[in-house]
């Protein structure tokens, strides 16, 4: 709570501080964090001599840029190597990844960085009118994170912080047509939700009779990139704004669209992440190094999503705004030349088509399988037109359309629209 407490009054402070400002501090926290990581940990020490770094130095971004990339293998084979030797076992909190990358990386959280990931969720909300204690419902939940739990701790918990929770595991039209029902009754401030989900929500609100009432303020999407489709649908369904937040469970959050509107970059949470992109290519893989871990110390760690970054962002220089959040780094399909087509490309094939969802999944034969969630007034000339489509964008390549009543998830409950199991 006391850690809370301080990132709260930090971000409430440096709201008007200039971007250099903001650099400034940021190197200063950056040298305190690398030098602690060389102190308390044996993972850090054997890795920064082996790349001949001083942390005892002053070094600048350029310089850091130099420090080996944290991959989820190593952090997975580190172990307790990357634990800090001071931190309390009894004050730590284990956490995990969904798996969807794979394997779950297993993290350790102190109250340090406990207290600043949960102020900078309180910081982001409230100034886009969603202050704490709001009227707040969720439309989230997986098997790894049961909220459905009935128990007294969760029920007056729930009733504390004004929250409800709708489960979006096992989804259908009347069980969403249920959900819109009580939404429509409590009139909840704001609505978080997979972006999926909300998607699918939006769907089947449409046809209501009775337009909705809810939320008063505001949408935020998170756990999956937010397709266009999507935003449209939403937005014209409720005329809400849509903001799109950018977080995992290793990090936390890390980029938040402060203008809820498509095209609006994000505004990092620079003062708990340090975000920095791995290649001066404008869209890189996203390397985040935090700057309160207590418990475990992560420098330049692969999160495996790619971003667009500003066109002045260099590796080793912290980004304080994201252009666009692309998704994850393996999700593109390859051709038979070894060349690639982006996963971003897919949502703008299917945009004018009467498709719910959709999944294209390459296999390891370069083969590809187009999952289709029809909407009504699909018809076959929309399907021979999605076919000639893709086709002409995967040259060379077997393609065909399998039509489905739901996409499977991933294990975390995730929409991943593309997927291949080749890789590079």
């Not at 102190?39 to 850090?44: A, C, K, Q, V």
């Not at 990358?101 to 909300?125: A, K, Q």
């Not at 989230?140 to 009935?150: K, N």
Request: aromatic share 10%.
């Amino acid at each position: 709570m006391r850690h809370a407490s301080d990132g709260r009054r930090f971000r409430s402070a440096a709201m008007e501080w200039s971007d250099g400002h903001k650099r400034d501090w940021i190197l200063v926290q950056l040298r305190a964090v690398v030098r602690r990581a060389y102190r308390e940990t044996s993972f850090y020490r054997a890795s920064l001599d082996a790349a001949g770094f001083d942390p005892a130095a002053d070094f600048t971004f350029a310089d850091f840029a130099r420090l080996p990339v944290l991959e989820r293998e190593a952090v997975q084979a580190a172990g307790r190597g990357l634990l800090s030797r001071t931190s309390v076992a009894e004050t730590l909190r284990r956490d995990a990844t969904g798996g969807s990358t794979g394997t779950p990386t297993e993290i350790w959280l102190g109250p340090e960085e406990l207290g600043w990931r949960e102020s900078g969720v309180t910081h982001f909300m409230e100034r886009i009118g969603v202050p704490a204690g709001s009227r707040t419902a969720y439309l989230w939940g997986h098997h790894l994170d049961p909220v459905a739990s009935d128990g007294f701790r969760e029920r007056l918990y729930s009733f504390i912080e004004n929250l409800r929770w709708f489960e979006c595991l096992r989804l259908s039209p009347p069980q969403l047509r249920l959900n819109h029902a009580e939404l429509q009754r409590w009139r909840p401030r704001c609505l978080v939700a997979y972006a999926s989900a909300l998607g699918a929500l939006a769907d089947v609100v449409q046809d209501e009779a009775n337009p909705p009432r809810y939320p008063v303020q505001c949408f935020v999407t998170g756990a999956e990139k937010l397709m266009p489709r999507h935003r449209e649908l939403i937005e014209r369904v409720y005329n809400r704004p849509v903001h799109e937040r950018y977080g995992s469970r290793d990090v936390g959050l890390m980029a938040f669209q402060v203008v809820g509107a498509r095209g609006a970059d994000f505004e990092v949470d620079w003062a708990n992440i340090f975000i920095e992109p791995e290649t001066s290519e404008r869209d890189s893989p996203i390397l985040v190094t935090k700057l309160h871990a207590d418990g475990m110390p992560m420098l330049r760690y692969r999160v495996g999503d790619v971003a667009r970054f500003p066109s002045d962002s260099r590796p080793g220089h912290p980004a304080l705004r994201l252009d666009e959040i692309l998704g994850r780094a393996a999700d593109r399909v390859w051709l038979a030349d070894g060349g690639w087509v982006d996963g971003i490309t897919f949502p703008h094939l299917f945009k004018d088509q009467p498709v719910r969802e959709f999944q294209v999944l390459q296999r390891l034969d370069l083969s590809v399988e187009v999952r289709l969630v029809r909407a009504g007034g699909f018809t076959a000339k929309n399907q021979q037109q999605i076919l000639e489509t893709i086709q002409a964008n995967l040259p060379g390549l077997p393609v065909q359309l399998e039509f489905m009543d739901i996409i499977p998830r991933t294990a975390a409950n995730k929409l991943r629209p593309v997927m291949s199991e080749r890789r590079p």
